[in-house]
């Protein structure tokens, strides 16, 4: 957790040392007040007016509610689904020792689900009923298996898991039968545990949860595309919209573009915030409240991650989008921005989701998780699959927030220059031409 | 203290158009200063210059002696051409927003916005939204956020356009009172009959430059004496015509109005209109300010 709080710090001072650049010292009473009460500064003020009429938007308390009843759905639906699972049915070629039938309930419990046993008169029969899907596994005497297709080594599912587990306990009982031990015998041997492994160099062996993790950075990677896109799209209209209306004129003659800016990145990010952390606290509480298995293993880790990398990406495309409304101030000039400015996230969002389902990280999505425009989306995959280490994550927290800074006084500039010119669409030639401007 | 903005030697380009081309005027305290020129002439350029809303390419804006900075700013009011409010924000809510960001406390802000509200007629829509109002009331909500912080300077850009005559004059009777508690008013407009009503002085521009500045009283005064006359039965003035000295500036409703040259003897002129019939008007007038603002930019 200790890198995640220190990501988020530099985020933070990284975030206000922009606003603050370029504010110059102010004489009289009412720079005073301004400097004692940071809500009453210009910066707070136009932040506490974004937080204000976002909060009080219909599409605010729309999209709020609609992405509470997805991730509802997300964790509710499977839970359901393992609560109703069909039993899974059992074959049974010849007999089968009740104590082996005890092992085979007891694995069957161990893959979380249940066994139903279906007596078959011969193998050919049992062969036929594998064909038809009547049943998904025979046991023949005690001491063979019958599936109807290989078993992938990349399949986890709860009926892979269990006739994987069934044949390594009926093959161990079948040794313990050879051996001709006493019950006794039999009875500690398994109770054997594996040994503890101590690493040297510290922290914590990995543990079961690793489909879990998975499937909670996959729910992770497609909010955060959905918010970002969400809270970029905001950014990107309501700049555009205080051009359009003129009123960027009355704001201009009396504070300075930058704080402007800030305020309104501050504002929208903080309702950014505020909403990923009530979707956050949801899911938790609901995970816990039926039981679901989002989040077993490293999963809370990966949603801290999620979080966090939320937080870096909205800091990094606001800035973008920020310049792009100043450019533009009819809907038809929007038009032609938002593909290009959405494509980076397009591409990170598609890799990530296909590196999160495909049971292992690539190369490139290594690679994707340290781009700034990308790695929102490839970090957390990536936390994930517990194929990154606490360092490697902060590297590229520090050079997304390094790319940042570097963004944003680009995209300040670019406000600055565009924001007032009013007709055509300002191309970016015009706004870094001193004689056009 | 007296307040006193002054603009001096200001030069904008945008790429081959010269928008401001070494203009230098002031504006002093406690009066309503016009500020004329033709489409074009750079009136809105130096305004925005004001408001550090375009780059200079040389000059200076001093207030008081300092140059203008954003703590100057802050105490100035400002409404622009282009009318500029949130529309979907309610009018109160957005007033003590504008207000505060010149510096006001809330309750300052807040105070202020019904006392401007109440004054300029539209008290009742505070809790409105600015799109849902005529455009007269939105032209009065804009001025309340140019009023709102009891601004030193009033920077007004076409404050009377698309007004009624009622609203005409509640925004003159307000400018005029800000200019007698000592503030400096500085307005554009096109309408030359109205700025003549309500201004103490006059700065006119053209292509950038400016032509004439002066108190409205010594501008109407100066210049050739002007002669109206009217003669019954006559509204051709055809005896006027060929007078030497003598120029006829227009000829509207069977009154001739006339520019002496100094050399011209009224009694003169006088004589010739009794040749043409009964002479039933005979009067000296001042310069009026459209003559004023034709002569200064043809």
């Known amino acids: ?437 | 203290m007296v307040h006193v903005l002054q603009i001096e030697d200001l030069c904008r380009r945008f790429g081959a158009l010269t928008a401001l081309d070494h203009l230098t005027f002031e504006v002093p305290a406690s009066q309503v200063v016009g500020f004329l020129g033709p489409n074009g002439a750079g009136k809105t350029t130096t305004m925005r210059a004001i408001f550090d809303l375009t780059d200079l390419d040389a000059g200076t804006i001093t207030w008081n002696g300092s140059v203008v900075g954003q703590a100057e700013r802050r105490r100035f009011g400002y409404m622009p051409e282009e009318r500029g409010l949130y529309p979907g924000m309610l009018v109160g809510e957005q007033l003590q927003y504008l207000g505060r960001l010149h510096g006001m406390t809330a309750i300052d802000a807040s105070s202020a916005t019904a006392t401007w509200l109440d004054r300029l007629g539209i008290a009742d829509r505070a809790g409105s939204k600015v799109e849902a109002l005529s455009h007269g009331n939105q032209q009065r909500v804009q001025l309340v956020a140019a009023l709102l912080h009891e601004p030193e300077l009033l920077v007004l850009d076409e404050p009377l356009a698309g007004l009624d005559p009622s609203g005409i004059d509640v925004i003159g009777e307000v400018l005029a009172e800000q200019a007698r508690s000592g503030c400096c008013v500085l307005f554009s407009s096109h309408q030359l009959d109205q700025v003549e009503a309500l201004c103490e002085s006059v700065v006119i521009i053209d292509n950038g430059h400016l032509v004439v500045a002066g108190r409205v009283d010594e501008l109407a005064s100066s210049g050739p004496r002007r002669l109206v006359v009217r003669v019954e039965g006559d509204r051709s003035a055809s005896w006027a015509e060929g007078v030497a000295g003598v120029a006829v500036s227009q000829v509207t409703g069977g009154e001739v109005r006339l520019v002496l040259q100094d050399i011209v003897d009224s009694d003169a002129v006088l004589e010739l209109a009794r040749g043409a019939g009964r002479v039933t008007k005979f009067v000296f007038e001042r310069r009026r300010l459209s003559e004023l603002f034709r002569e200064a930019v043809k």
């Open chain 1, 1 to 437: 957790m200790k890198f995640v709080v220190i990501a988020l710090a530099v985020v933070l001072v990284a975030t206000l040392r922009v606003g603050r650049r370029r504010r110059h010292r102010r004489t009289g009473a009412r720079a005073a007040r301004s400097v004692s009460s940071p809500l009453s500064s210009d910066v707070g003020l136009i932040m506490a007016r974004e937080v204000r009429e976002r909060f009080r938007g219909r599409v605010f308390k729309v999209t709020t509610l609609f992405i509470l009843i997805v991730v509802a759905a997300a964790i509710v639906i499977p839970v359901l689904h393992n609560g109703k699972a069909k039993p899974q049915e059992v074959g049974i070629v010849g007999t089968l020792s009740s104590s082996l039938r005890a092992t085979v309930t007891s694995s069957a419990k161990s893959a979380d689900v249940t066994v139903h046993f279906v007596p078959e008169s011969s193998v050919k029969k049992a062969k036929s009923d594998l064909h038809s899907g009547r049943i998904n596994v025979a046991i023949v005497d005690g001491r063979e298996l019958l599936v109807k297709s290989p078993l992938s080594s990349a399949d986890n599912s709860s009926g892979v898991q269990l006739v994987r587990s069934v044949a390594e306990n009926l093959g161990i009982a079948e040794a313990f039968q050879a051996a001709q031990l006493s019950p006794a015998q039999s009875e500690t041997l398994k109770e054997a545990k594996a040994l503890p492994i101590t690493s040297v160099e510290g922290g914590k062996s990995k543990s079961g949860g690793g489909n879990a993790s998975e499937a909670t950075s996959l729910i992770g990677i497609i909010l955060i595309f959905v918010m970002l896109s969400q809270y970029n799209t905001w950014m990107l209209i309501g700049v555009m919209e205080e051009k359009s209306s003129r009123v960027i004129e009355v704001l201009l003659s009396a504070v300075r573009p930058i704080q402007l800016l800030t305020g309104k990145v501050l504002g929208i990010g903080l309702v950014a915030l505020a909403q990923a952390s009530l979707i956050v606290a949801f899911a938790l509480i609901l995970s816990k409240a039926v039981g679901s298995s989002l989040l077993h293993g490293s999963a809370p880790l990966v949603v801290v991650s999620t979080l966090v990398w939320l937080v870096l990406g909205y800091a990094f495309y606001c800035w973008v989008y920020a310049a792009a409304g100043s450019m533009v101030e009819r809907q038809d000039q929007v038009q032609s921005l938002v593909l290009p400015l959405s494509l980076p996230m397009i591409f990170g969002y598609i890799m990530a989701l296909t590196g999160a389902s495909s049971g292992s990280p690539s190369a490139l999505l290594k690679v994707l998780a340290y781009l700034p425009p990308t790695a929102p989306f490839a970090m957390p995959v990536l936390v994930g699959f517990r194929a990154v280490t606490w360092w490697e994550f902060l590297g590229s927290a520090i050079i997304s927030v390094m790319c940042t800074i570097g963004i944003a006084r680009v995209a300040a500039t670019v406000y600055r220059r565009a924001i007032l010119r009013t007709g055509a669409r300002v191309r970016l030639r015009e706004v870094f031409n001193r004689t056009e401007r």
